[in-house]
């Protein structure tokens, strides 16, 4: 894929999930004290898609994923920001995957 000079690559989330459930998606970095940094975070409710855009200046990244709030999440990464990818979110609010 051709690199966006503006805003690097994106992250594309399918979202799949069971009805009337939010699902959320934010991608960091960690800053100099080992903290979480947050690039980018998107929500929507289920089978309404969304992205996350990573700027050039990222190099590496991480994802988190969560149901309805934010508090809770998994994690996955590093990546490297060197092209776009789409995960797909699966199941319902008991049992649930996100993969990409």
């Known amino acids: 894929m051709k690199k966006n000079k503006y805003t690097g690559y994106w992250v594309w989330i399918q979202n799949k999930i069971e009805l009337n459930i939010y699902t959320w998606t934010g991608a960091f970095v960690f800053n100099d004290e080992g903290k979480r ?7 929507a409710k289920s089978h309404d898609g969304y992205h996350l855009k ?9 994802l988190a994923f969560s149901l309805n709030e934010f508090k809770d999440f998994d994690q996955e990464g590093p990546f490297n920001n060197d092209e776009d990818i789409c995960w797909y979110w699966h199941g319902h609010e ?3 995957k996100v993969y990409p």
């Open 94 to 96: 008991h049992n649930w």
């Open 37 to 43: 940094s947050w690039i980018n975070v998107q929500a």
């Open 54 to 62: 990573i700027p050039n200046d990222i190099k590496q990244y991480w």
